[in-house]
């Protein structure tokens, strides 16, 4: 135990610190802000512990579908937006591709709110010189396009599933089992959706090469991934309703994607981080 002569505890502090990484880039997609599924306490955890000179929101951040049919929005909703907006007044580049589910967003677009550049698409270049066209990706998605009224139903669908996950991995903490995703093992389990998840790779990655990028940058279908496609880098940055994942990029160029871990408070541990590299 320590007297009150001894110096202050600055323990925490130095924890803080040693898990604070700066990036240069950030990428983030699939937030979906006014759903019970949003993890946004990582999300928070996750941006406090990295920040960055360019952050790309890269659609769904805030779910319109969802809020128009009930309204959720918990202070720990309200807290990421004001997160985003303290950083771009620190001087943090902000640029918000809207998506579907926040596609009322797509009426601003070219406007500046708090510092957030909203535009349709970006293109960014790497400390390597990389090109990267950044989208959400619904564009290549074609049952938005031309069912969408099918894309509300799966919408349905997928709300339920999240709603009994989250009952499923209450009961697996009790038992003391890591985090699992019913949803995530439907998709792996279903050969047309894994059909699926091709070929809108494929498709954004041969539209990325077809207007001269190098790379392209999306999110959209919630399934984090880095591979080259016939040549053209194709990255997904995931989301932040299961997987917690982001795409970054280091000053010297590289990019990685990372999932985040949250702190177990119970049993006071540090948030991990699993990278997986270009």
């Not at 009150?4 to 937030?31: E, G, Q």
């Not at 406090?48 to 952050?55: A, F, G, V, W």
């Not at 918990?74 to 007044?89: C, G, I, T, Y």
Request: with cysteine.
């Amino acid at each position: 135990m320590r007297s009150p002569a001894d110096p202050p505890d600055n323990t925490d502090d130095r924890v803080h610190a040693a898990a604070v990484r700066r990036y240069r880039t950030i990428f983030i997609s699939d937030l979906h802000l006014g759903t019970p599924g949003c993890q946004a306490l990582a999300l928070l955890q996750f941006l406090e512990s990295h920040p960055s000179e360019y952050l790309y929101l890269v659609g769904d951040i805030v779910d319109g579908w969802q809020l128009r049919r009930k309204w959720y929005w918990p202070q720990a909703h309200n807290d990421v937006v004001q997160k985003l907006l303290r950083r771009a007044r620190k001087g943090c580049r902000i640029v918000y591709v809207p998506g579907n589910h926040d596609e009322f967003a797509r009426g601003f677009i070219g406007h500046r709110f708090g510092g957030v550049e909203v535009v349709e698409e970006a293109v960014h270049t790497t400390a390597a010189g990389l090109g990267l066209w950044v989208i959400h990706g619904d564009y290549f998605d074609g049952v938005i396009q031309c069912a969408k009224w099918l894309a509300y139903l799966g919408d349905n669908l997928y709300e339920f599933t999240l709603r009994l996950n989250r009952h499923l991995n209450t009961l697996r903490a009790r038992l003391g089992l890591p985090y699992w995703s019913l949803s995530a093992y439907l998709k792996h389990r279903v050969k047309k959706a894994l059909s699926y998840v091709t070929d809108f790779e494929v498709a954004v990655a041969g539209e990325a090469r077809r207007r001269g990028h190098q790379g392209v940058v999306c999110g959209h279908i919630h399934r984090a991934e880095m591979r080259d496609i016939d040549g053209t880098l194709y990255c997904n940055d995931g989301d932040w309703v299961e997987s917690r994942t982001a795409l970054v990029e280091h000053f010297d160029g590289r990019l990685e994607l990372v999932s985040w871990a949250p702190a177990n408070k119970a049993q006071d541990q540090r948030p991990t981080i699993t990278r997986v590299a270009a």
